[in-house]
């Protein structure tokens, strides 16, 4: 059982390049999130997806996208790479049957992005 | 202010001393408690979960939350070198999921446990 896995584990971007931050996870996990972890600022939910076709921002969304087309997979899109969104990005699942939620995040290895 | 609090260290004691990890909050309205750990380049990975006030305990771990304070914590018994790591306290006002319901994170304490 492999969890939540984040593909690259590392990345260095020029500005103004674009790249998609991989995510899958084989729990069967209705819920899916990205977060970036910058250094003392803790975890920032930057988008997240209830399920299926159905994604949603969080509190720093602006320079990002994303797509929800399995229940498995959540790619993270950066169109425009600039030097602010060099940071530790985490994708992590969840389950919630009906409206509660049933398990605490699980949380992938993450990706260390550097934007140059 | 930040809706959630917490010092970021970092905090070193000898091997087998007992460790107190603590967070303010200042929202009422958080009802669920959770403590990650985080080792070094890895993912936060579920400690503790605790639901409303009262003490939790789980081996040589304790979490404690006063809401009446709006203060939680997490004790370490007989601390082993392996258990350092930064530990985020997070909570969320509700059990249910959807837009409303958001996980707010500490920024994390880096705990060093000297052998």
């Known amino acids: 059982n492999a969890g939540v896995t984040q593909t690259p584990k590392f990345r260095i971007l020029k500005i103004g390049q674009s790249m998609t931050l991989q995510c899958t996870q084989d729990?069967?996990?209705?819920?899916m999130y990205w977060y970036r972890q910058d250094p003392g600022m803790g975890l920032k939910l930057i988008y997240y997806?209830?399920?299926?076709?159905?994604?949603d921002k969080g509190e720093v969304p602006n320079g990002y996208n994303v797509s929800r087309s399995t229940t498995e997979d959540f790619p993270l899109r950066l169109e425009l790479a600039a030097p602010s969104q060099t940071s530790v990005y985490f994708c992590?699942?969840?389950?919630?049957?009906?409206?509660?939620?049933?398990?605490?995040?699980?949380f992938g290895q993450g990706t260390r992005l550097t934007v140059v | 202010q930040k809706e959630v609090e917490q010092d970021p260290g970092p905090l070193s004691v000898p091997e087998g001393a007992i460790v107190s990890l603590n967070c303010t909050y200042s929202n009422s309205a958080f009802q669920y408690f959770m403590w990650y750990r985080q080792y070094s380049r890895k993912g936060p990975e579920l400690l503790m979960y605790t639901y409303s006030s009262g003490n939790k305990e789980d081996g040589r771990f304790t979490a404690q939350v006063d809401k009446s304070s709006k203060y939680i914590s997490l004790f370490i018994r007989d601390s082993q070198p392996s258990d350092s790591a930064t530990y985020l306290c997070?909570?969320?006002?509700?059990?249910?999921?959807?837009?409303?319901?958001?996980?707010?994170f500490g920024t994390g304490t880096l705990l060093a446990v000297q052998p």
């Open positions: 992590a699942s969840s389950y919630s049957q009906g409206q509660r939620m049933n398990t605490e995040a699980f």
């Open positions: 997806s209830v399920g299926a076709g159905i994604t």
């Open positions: 729990m069967n996990h209705n819920y």
């Open positions: 997070a909570m969320r006002k509700t059990n249910y999921g959807g837009a409303t319901n958001k996980l707010i």
